[in-house]
């Protein structure tokens, strides 16, 4: 086959899907959006790679506005009408779309759709019910009205994809209940690329670059966006400082939340918070095994379809993990299911807190739950099974008349 795969995001995972289905045999163009804040994966060529694969970067000249509704649906139009051009010059057989905004999907699907290209809607989240839970809040009766339009906008881009790939079983009903046909539904959940990420040393290169080396220390590496609340965080710093000055909070982030958090650090003088950038992702596995206690957020009004794949990275570092989430989220049941750390309830910031500070406090239990957590991520995480079955479902798609 000749698959284009389309991850708007570049996150680690879809990149290596690209790279074993083009060792596999397939021609595979990998896209991805050059244009926007957030951590990603190997989108550089790497020694090994297989001829077959393209990976591109696809840039509109500015960044994608994430803040600014009105800027960011002119940006992901006209990022939409780039990946869709791109997508039909290379006219492969299936398109695998995955993180794309809607104002872009809309665009890629009626350009496949002309040409007949089959189109693969890889489903991460349902966008336009988070942007009816946000924008009518922040836009008087005209929110209301925009967030009508991508409700209505979404179901129907996927009622009219060939396939959709949805990344927990959490996403069937509301797919029945809009009109997907059963047969064009499949799901795969969500993984993180294991070999990437062996299990590093407490103490390495990049703990001693950042004096983490004495005392604990809790790392929230990720977005803090809409689906997040950053208070959590100044709430638990400042719970660390009381309980044990030597121990450090590292929040690993970029935007809205972690400007607001570089406020807050002002202006309350916490000098156990230390706030970084994204890091470079060769550095992501160090990062990750400098922390005693990895950390999660979602607020809320985040559906229990949201599942932060930054969960599973923490996986595969061999850490326990504290997540406040809906207690149906994926995330949640994979922690609690699989005894990987604390899983508590969306809202309730001292209970995060208080589950935080109880592992900060145990290393043998800590030790036990990144165990768990370590041996789950083997048991999952493998390449080569989650390959197979996109190949799967993709070449069913291809070959449906």
Same mark, same amino acid.
């Given at each position: 086959?000749?698959?284009?795969?389309h991850?708007?995001a570049?996150?680690?995972?879809?990149?290596?899907?690209?790279?074993?289905?083009?060792r596999?045999?397939?021609?595979?163009? %990998?896209?991805?959006?050059?244009?926007i804040?957030?951590p990603?994966?190997?989108?550089?060529?790497?020694?090994g790679?297989?001829?077959? $694969?393209?990976?591109?970067?696809?840039?509109?000249?500015?960044?994608?506005?994430?803040?600014? #509704?009105? =800027?960011r649906?002119?940006?992901?139009?006209?990022?939409?009408?780039?990946?869709?051009? =791109?997508i039909?010059?290379? %006219?492969?057989?299936v398109?695998?779309?995955?993180?794309?905004?809607?104002d872009?999907?809309? $665009?890629?699907?009626?350009?496949?759709?002309?040409?007949?290209?089959?189109?693969?809607?890889?489903?991460?989240?349902?966008n336009?019910?988070?942007?009816?839970?946000? /924008?009518?809040?922040r836009?008087?009766?005209?929110g209301?009205?925009?967030?009508?339009?991508?409700?209505?906008?979404?179901r =129907?881009?996927?009622?009219?994809?060939?396939?959709?790939?949805?990344?927990?079983?959490?996403f069937?009903?509301?797919?029945?209940?809009?009109?997907?046909?059963?047969?064009?539904l499949?799901?795969?959940?969500?993984?993180?690329?294991?070999?990437?990420?062996?299990?590093?040393?407490?103490?390495n290169?990049?703990s001693?670059?950042?004096?983490?080396?004495?005392?604990?220390?809790?790392i929230?590496?990720?977005?803090?966006? #809409?689906?997040?609340?950053?208070?959590y965080?100044?709430?638990l710093?400042?719970?660390?400082?009381?309980?044990?000055?030597?121990? =450090?909070?590292?929040?690993?982030?970029?935007?809205?939340g972690?400007?607001?958090?570089?406020?807050?650090?002002?202006?309350?003088?916490?000098?156990n918070?230390?706030l970084?950038?994204?890091?470079?992702?060769?550095?992501?596995?160090?990062?990750?095994?400098?922390?005693?206690?990895?950390?999660? /957020?979602?607020?809320?009004?985040?559906?229990?379809?949201?599942?932060?794949?930054?969960?599973?990275?923490?996986c595969?570092?061999?850490?326990?993990?504290?997540?406040?989430?809906?207690?149906?989220?994926?995330?949640?049941?994979?922690?609690?299911?699989?005894?990987?750390?604390?899983?508590?309830?969306?809202?309730?910031?001292?209970?995060?807190t208080?589950?935080?500070?109880?592992?900060?406090?145990?290393e043998?239990?800590?030790?036990?739950c990144?165990?768990?957590?370590?041996?789950?991520?083997?048991?999952?995480?493998e390449?080569?099974?989650?390959?197979?079955r996109?190949?799967a479902?993709l070449?069913?798609?291809?070959?449906?008349?």
């Amino acid at each position: 086959m000749d698959i284009a795969v389309h991850d708007f995001a570049g996150h680690p995972f879809q990149v290596q899907l690209s790279r074993q289905l083009a060792r596999n045999g397939h021609r595979v163009h %990998h896209l991805y959006c050059d244009a926007i804040i957030g951590p990603r994966g190997l989108v550089a060529d790497c020694d090994g790679d297989p001829a077959s $694969l393209t990976i591109e970067a696809l840039a509109t000249g500015s960044s994608v506005a994430k803040e600014n #509704f009105l =800027r960011r649906f002119w940006d992901e139009y006209r990022y939409g009408r780039l990946a869709a051009e =791109r997508i039909a010059a290379i %006219h492969p057989d299936v398109v695998l779309c995955s993180n794309t905004p809607l104002d872009a999907l809309r $665009l890629i699907q009626h350009h496949c759709r002309a040409r007949g290209i089959k189109v693969v809607n890889w489903l991460q989240d349902v966008n336009s019910l988070a942007i009816a839970d946000i /924008l009518p809040g922040r836009i008087p009766v005209v929110g209301s009205f925009v967030a009508s339009h991508y409700l209505a906008m979404e179901r =129907r881009l996927l009622r009219h994809a060939d396939q959709v790939i949805a990344i927990a079983v959490d996403f069937r009903d509301f797919l029945l209940d809009i009109g997907l046909v059963p047969s064009r539904l499949a799901v795969i959940e969500n993984w993180a690329p294991l070999e990437e990420m062996p299990r590093r040393p407490r103490n390495n290169a990049w703990s001693k670059r950042y004096g983490l080396d004495d005392g604990r220390c809790a790392i929230y590496s990720g977005n803090l966006g #809409f689906k997040q609340n950053p208070a959590y965080l100044i709430d638990l710093a400042r719970a660390m400082g009381e309980a044990a000055p030597g121990d =450090r909070l590292v929040v690993v982030s970029e935007g809205i939340g972690a400007r607001w958090l570089a406020e807050q650090q002002a202006a309350l003088r916490l000098p156990n918070l230390l706030l970084l950038p994204f890091q470079p992702y060769a550095e992501v596995g160090d990062m990750m095994g400098a922390a005693d206690v990895l950390l999660g /957020l979602l607020e809320p009004q985040a559906r229990p379809f949201c599942v932060p794949s930054k969960i599973l990275s923490y996986c595969c570092a061999g850490r326990p993990i504290v997540l406040a989430a809906d207690p149906g989220n994926l995330a949640s049941r994979i922690i609690s299911g699989h005894d990987c750390g604390a899983a508590v309830a969306a809202g309730d910031s001292a209970a995060f807190t208080d589950a935080v500070l109880a592992l900060l406090a145990h290393e043998p239990r800590r030790s036990a739950c990144g165990e768990r957590a370590r041996r789950y991520a083997e048991k999952t995480f493998e390449i080569g099974p989650i390959a197979a079955r996109f190949e799967a479902v993709l070449e069913n798609v291809v070959a449906r008349p």
